[in-house]
C-alpha cells in the first residue's frame, strides 16, 4: 500500500481551530481552505449542521500529520461519510453510509477556497463506489477503498464571497459554472501539450504555469523565451497590457479572448486551487482507488 506523500503543512483539522478569529488574516495567503470554510459556515449558519459520530485516519510516514481522513458524521437527519486528502485541503467527498458488508457510494463532493478577495464554495455531483470497513467490536482501526472509475458531474449549489458581496442561489451557481466551462476549457489545453508535466505540489504547478500562460505578470527574468516584445500588439484587459501576438501564439483560439481580456488572470488569482484540483483529477482518483489502513482517533 502506497501512502500519500506529505505535500501541505496545513490540514484541514487545525485549521477549524483558528478559524473564529483567523479567516480574515488567511484570506491574504492561498491555501487556507479549512479556515476559508468555517468562516462561510459560520455566517451562513452550516457549520452547527454536521456532528461527528467518528474519525478515522491515515498518518503521513514520519509524522502525526494526517495524510487521510475519514469521518462518519450525522447531517441533516442522515449519516454519511466524509472522506479529505491532506494534499488537497479544498476537497471533501461525501458517501453514504457503509452497508453490512463496507460498501458505500460516493454521491457528491464539496470544494471550498479562500483567496485574498473571499471564496468559493460549490457541491458537484460524483459516481463512484467503495468500500469502508471498520475492525473488531471496538472499532479501532478500519481500511478504505473507492473502486475506480470515480466521475465528476455537473455543479449543483455554490456561494461565492468576493470582496463586500456574496453570491448565493441561482445568482451564485450561474457564475460558478461559467468559471467551470473556462477551466475545463484551460484544462483540456493543458493536457493537450505535449511538454505539460506531472505535479505532487501545488507551487510547483504554479511556478510552471503561471509564467508561461501570463508572463506579464512575472519578473522579466522568469518569462519564457517565447515571450518578446519585438513586434508585439498590445491590448489592455484588467488594467494589465496583454501581448496579443504572444496570445496567438500560444493558446487556441478558443482561449485566446479569455488571456486578452483578464479573465484567465482572474480566474487564475480567485480560483488557483481550483485549477489545480481540476489538473490533478486522474490523480486524485489513482489516489483514492488505493487500500488504506486506517486507525480510529475519536
Keep these: 500500500m502506497r501512502k500519500i506523500r506529505k505535500i501541505q503543512k496545513t490540514g484541514p483539522g487545525r485549521a477549524w481551530m483558528l478559524a473564529a478569529f483567523g479567516a480574515a488574516f488567511c484570506f491574504a495567503a492561498a491555501g487556507c481552505a479549512g479556515v476559508a470554510e468555517k468562516g462561510g459556515q459560520v455566517l451562513d449558519g452550516s457549520a452547527f449542521a454536521e456532528k461527528t459520530l467518528a474519525v478515522y485516519r491515515l498518518f503521513a510516514a514520519g509524522s502525526e500529520d494526517s495524510a487521510l481522513e475519514?469521518?462518519?458524521?450525522?447531517?441533516?437527519?442522515?449519516?454519511?461519510?466524509v472522506i479529505t486528502l491532506k494534499a488537497f485541503p479544498a476537497l471533501a467527498f461525501y458517501g453514504t453510509a457503509p452497508e453490512r458488508d463496507g460498501s458505500f457510494s460516493l454521491r457528491s463532493a464539496r470544494f471550498l477556497e479562500g483567496t485574498a478577495a473571499g471564496w468559493n464554495e460549490f457541491a458537484f455531483e460524483l459516481a463512484g463506489e467503495g468500500v469502508f470497513l471498520v475492525e473488531g467490536d471496538t472499532g479501532k482501526a478500519g481500511t478504505l477503498r473507492v473502486t475506480p472509475p470515480l466521475e465528476a458531474r455537473g455543479l449543483t449549489e455554490g456561494k461565492i464571497r468576493h470582496k463586500?458581496?456574496?453570491?448565493?442561489?441561482?445568482?451564485?451557481?450561474?457564475?460558478?459554472?461559467?468559471?467551470?466551462?473556462?477551466?475545463?476549457?484551460?484544462?483540456?489545453?493543458?493536457h493537450s501539450r505535449q511538454d505539460a508535466p506531472a505535479f505532487e505540489k501545488r507551487k510547483d504547478f504554479e511556478a510552471y504555469w503561471k509564467p508561461l500562460m501570463l508572463p506579464e505578470t512575472v519578473f522579466p527574468w522568469k518569462r519564457p523565451a517565447s515571450f518578446t516584445q519585438e513586434q508585439a500588439v498590445w491590448v489592455r484587459g484588467e488594467d494589465i497590457r496583454w501581448n496579443?501576438?504572444?496570445?496567438?501564439?500560444?493558446?487556441?483560439?478558443?482561449?485566446?479572448?479569455?488571456?486578452?481580456?483578464?479573465?484567465?488572470?482572474?480566474?487564475?488569482?480567485?480560483?488557483?486551487?481550483?485549477?489545480?484540483?481540476r489538473y490533478q483529477w486522474d490523480y486524485i482518483t489513482a489516489l483514492m482507488a488505493e487500500q488504506y489502513a486506517l486507525r480510529k482517533i475519536k
Design 70 to 81: 475519514v469521518r462518519q458524521v450525522l447531517r441533516e437527519g442522515g449519516e454519511y461519510l
Design 164 to 190: 463586500g458581496s456574496r453570491f448565493t442561489g441561482s445568482g451564485a451557481l450561474g457564475r460558478l459554472r461559467n468559471r467551470q466551462d473556462r477551466i475545463s476549457a484551460l484544462i483540456d489545453w493543458m
Design 244 to 277: 496579443a501576438r504572444y496570445t496567438e501564439a500560444l493558446f487556441p483560439e478558443d482561449l485566446q479572448a479569455l488571456r486578452n481580456s483578464g479573465a484567465l488572470l482572474r480566474d487564475w488569482e480567485e480560483a488557483g486551487g481550483w485549477i489545480y484540483t
